[in-house]
């Protein structure tokens, strides 16, 4: 117990305990960002695009050379630690706020940004997969497997390489932004996108996604895991703003 404790005031003391956070969160683009994240987030309950049938057989000479270079069998045992591990990397942004713990507004901003950018992947890569039938690369052996009868032709894009790489960058980003000076920089850094690139790799070789379909995720997830702290450091420039038009709404982007 005293071990313990002497590593967390070791870790809140090169942190800079009771420090001001270089984020914060503004009422009005905060409403516009999170009315567009909700908005997406929920747009892939009005996409759906299934297959009329199960194919009797896929054929590997169909599949582009790049992906066809890394295709394998169904690993049940693979499968599950990435997805397990997504589970565990999700909580890990929480380091960025260590070193203002007694701070709430730095809580409610980062509870802000993490539920923004969480929406916003969940909401793209599932609007890719609903829109897109692209069969898991084990269909390619001519079996589904059990428990994923609702699932073998979302292969594209890979959700838990989106929601890895958005903590991995979502951590990396703000923790390089609130503790410049820190000698955790870089273990944070090459610790956080490992983690991410290993549940990418595992993606793979469980038969579950192509290299095409991670690619895509980690895109996804890198994008939103940077784009939102963006918004919310302080003296930023950047806006956000809704102009209604006669087809609907138009959202532009001030960087």
């Known amino acids: 117990m005293k071990k313990h ?4 005031c070791f870790f809140t003391a090169a ?5 001001q956070s270089v984020f914060t969160y503004d009422l009005k683009k905060d409403l516009i960002i999170g009315a567009l994240s909700l908005g997406i ?44 591990g997504v589970y565990g990397m999700l909580v890990l942004p929480i380091a960025s706020v260590i070193g203002n713990a007694n701070d709430i507004n730095t809580w409610l901003t980062y509870g802000i940004m993490y539920t923004e950018a ?3 992947t969940f909401g ?30 979302n292969s594209f894009p890979s959700g838990s390489t989106s929601l890895a790489f958005l903590s991995a960058t979502f951590l990396s980003t703000t923790f390089l ?14 610790g ?20 095409t379909d991670v690619l895509a995720g980690a895109a996804i997830g890198s994008f939103y895991g940077w784009i939102i702290p963006f918004f919310h450091k302080n003296n930023s420039n950047s806006n956000v703003t809704v102009n209604v038009t006669p087809n609907g709404f138009l959202v532009s982007l001030k960087l």
Do not use: W
Request: proline share 5%; glycine share 4%.
């Open 192 to 211: 956080s996108y490992s983690l991410a690139t290993a549940v990418s790799a595992m993606r793979i070789s469980s038969g579950a996604h192509f290299i």
């Open 15 to 19: 942190y800079g305990l009771y420090s």
């Open 124 to 153: 793209t890569k599932d609007l890719l997969k609903n829109a897109t039938i692209r069969y898991r690369p084990y269909m390619y052996e001519g079996k589904i497997q059990d428990g994923q009868e609702n699932d073998y032709y």
């Open 41 to 84: 987030f929920t747009s892939p309950f009005f996409v759906q695009n299934t297959p009329s049938q199960i194919p009797d057989s896929l054929n590997k000479n169909y599949i582009n050379s790049f992906d066809r270079s890394l295709m394998f069998s169904y690993n049940k045992t693979l499968d599950m630690i990435s997805d397990y």
């Open 177 to 190: 932004q609130e503790y410049p000076d820190s000698i955790f920089k870089l273990p944070i850094l090459i």
């Open 118 to 120: 969480f929406l916003l």
């Open 5 to 8: 404790l002497l590593v967390f």
